[in-house]
């Protein structure tokens, strides 16, 4: 991958949700997280980020190169990077009602502290289904969202360590998912997709343009068949091979919803307004 | 697709033709559109009498803003009328009153690219020339560019004229600039955007306009890097107060006239994105070069 800037980086994460991010090189999540970083204190966040591995300095340069406001970030408090493993499992247990009480403090105090709200991303550690109590990552996950609600949380899973059930049922527990499939079309840093799970649509941010538009297209004929739901509302770019990209197979329905105005645009100027095979909602 | 040709010079017969024309039109799942000045659509409508309510009346002036736009505005009615179940549509349609030889070119232009823009669709269009309005030498351009021609009765047009031909013997040939700039390229179409977009933000281009150039040039640069050679290169800045993006690459040129004046159509792969750059840039003029392709945009 070519230097870019966090600024570069697309995100797929909305401000309040609960994602999972599992993933196959950490390449892939890298580019989520560093993103989703930049997208909290941008809004005024208490940034957390819970590092699992010994080398935090190696995360925290890497970070810097990516983004010169990290640094002042982290100098005045707004942004901290953490062990995830005195977070998660301190004494090699995994306690989902500590973690969880935690969390809800950090949420609690952000805003006292004079944010506007709190971004968390954890790195699961590897060694996590291994301890006792790793067995209720799923039944933990699934209590985040209620626990601090309105808080954006990303969650990191090497997606080879936790086994199909656990990660399956993990990933369950999810609103929108970044899942190794899906990486490919994001390694340009200017596309990034997810699964909104809730509403069983594909979600794509950033800028679709005809130099990502082939990879999309490999990765929907892949993984996509039948009525294909997607969530444009955060292209802020979209040309017009890009767009033929979003239709697969002949006969193959679209439903669009929501879509951003640049989406919408270009799709009224090729005349997709009126084509029975697609649907575009006004509202999600 | 028919086109027609209709030359009067009073309103009565206008109007005594016209209302057979869409009356007989508004047959089961059959419809009828107007594009005139108010007064012309109050006569016509007044002879319609309760036909009048189904035909569907656009003011002429608001449609025909410009080529680009006009032949937009025909394919989406076109198409909706298409999708709500209609069969057939018949349209009587006048050009805007033009001041200058160039405007008058510039519609006839159009009225030659209709033949193959609206090709596919299921429409009878029939262009009103008032010759109490319309220049005499440029209603022999009329002739030139309907294939078909209401005397007494509805015959072939023996003047009609290819639409490429048409077209271009009524394009003028673009003159080059002096004192644009050439773009930095980093090959990428994202280096491109961001490139042009500081070239649009320093010439205080407005936020529309800026918005727009930047998905138009981006089509021609992707067009360009499909169809055109190795080399691309991009001049850009400003000429009065208009911004211009030339777009060059050292391909095989670009032959047809009518290149991004035909409507996307499910099935037709190759032309929308250079339909989106004419429909979203003030104008699109191919310039001749040496070698390869060099389109022009301003906004």
């Not at chain 1, 802020?236 to 919803?257: E, H, N, P, T, W």
């Not at chain 2, 009609?160 to 002096?178: C, F, G, I, K, Q």
Request: glycine letters at 10%.
């Amino acid at each position: 991958m070519a230097f870019q800037g966090s600024a570069a980086f697309a995100v797929t994460v909305r401000p309040g949700e609960h994602v999972c991010c599992h993933f196959e090189h950490a390449d892939d999540r890298e580019r989520l997280a560093v993103a989703f970083v930049r997208d909290g204190l941008r809004r005024g966040d208490k940034v957390v980020y819970l590092f699992d591995g010994d080398d935090a300095a190696g995360l925290v340069s890497r970070l810097d190169r990516l983004d010169p406001d990290f640094a002042p970030a982290m100098a005045r408090g707004q942004f901290e990077v953490r062990r995830a493993r005195d977070a998660y499992i301190p004494d090699g247990r995994f306690e989902a009602d500590r973690i969880l009480a935690a969390l809800r403090e950090e949420h609690h105090r952000a805003p006292a502290e004079g944010y506007n709200g709190l971004s968390v991303t954890g790195e699961m550690p590897i060694a996590t289904p291994e301890l006792p109590g790793g067995e209720q990552l799923g039944a933990y996950e699934a209590r985040v969202g209620s626990h601090v609600d309105g808080a954006s949380v990303l969650c990191q899973y090497d997606h080879g360590r936790f086994g199909p059930g656990l990660m399956s049922d993990v990933i369950e527990a999810h609103e929108v998912e970044a899942s190794p499939e899906l990486a490919a079309i994001g390694r340009d840093g200017e596309l990034a997709a997810a699964r909104d799970r809730g509403n069983d649509a594909l979600r794509l941010a950033g800028e679709l343009d005809f130099g990502c538009a082939q990879t999309l297209s490999e990765v929907l004929d892949a993984h996509f068949h039948g009525p294909l739901r997607l969530d444009l509302a955060d292209l802020s770019y979209v040309d017009v091979a890009g767009m033929r990209a979003l239709r697969g197979r002949k006969g193959q329905r679209l439903i669009i919803s929501p879509a951003s105005d640049v989406v919408r645009r270009l799709l009224a100027l090729l005349g997709w307004d009126t084509d029975p095979e697609i649907e575009l909602l006004e509202k999600g | 697709m028919r086109h027609s040709l209709f030359v009067y010079d009073d309103d009565d017969r206008m109007v005594d033709k016209m209302a057979a024309f869409l009356c007989s039109g508004l047959a089961d799942r059959e419809r009828a559109v107007a594009v005139l000045d108010q007064r012309k659509w109050e006569r016509l409508a007044d002879a319609l009498g309760s036909d009048a309510d189904k035909t569907l009346y656009i003011e002429r002036d608001s449609f025909y803003t410009r080529p680009e736009a006009a032949l937009a505005g025909y394919d989406g009615t076109l198409r909706r009328l298409a999708r709500d179940d209609a069969s057939a549509i018949r349209v009587f349609a006048e050009l805007p009153a033009c001041e200058t030889d160039a405007q008058w070119n510039q519609w006839l232009a159009y009225e030659a690219i209709v033949n193959r823009a609206l090709e596919h669709h299921p429409v009878w269009i029939t262009c009103g020339y008032d010759a109490r309005e319309v220049p005499g030498p440029l209603l022999d351009g009329a002739f030139d560019t309907h294939p078909e021609v209401l005397t007494e009765g509805w015959g072939p047009c023996p003047h009609y004229h290819e639409p490429e031909d048409a077209v271009r013997s009524r394009t003028p040939t673009p003159a080059p600039l002096a004192g644009l700039r050439e773009l930095p390229l980093d090959g990428s179409p994202r280096g491109f955007r961001n490139a042009l977009s500081a070239e649009l933000e320093a010439a205080a281009v407005s936020e529309l306009e800026a918005r727009n150039m930047l998905v138009a040039a981006a089509e021609v640069f992707a067009n360009g890097q499909r169809h055109g050679g190795e080399t691309m290169s991009v001049q850009v800045g400003r000429v009065g107060d208009r911004f211009v993006c030339e777009v060059s690459d050292d391909g095989p040129g670009i032959d047809d006239p009518l290149v991004g004046f035909l409507p996307p159509r499910p099935g037709h792969a190759n032309g929308a994105g250079l339909w989106v750059a004419r429909q979203l840039s003030r104008q699109l003029e191919l310039v001749p070069s040496p070698q390869g392709a060099t389109v022009r945009l301003w906004v």
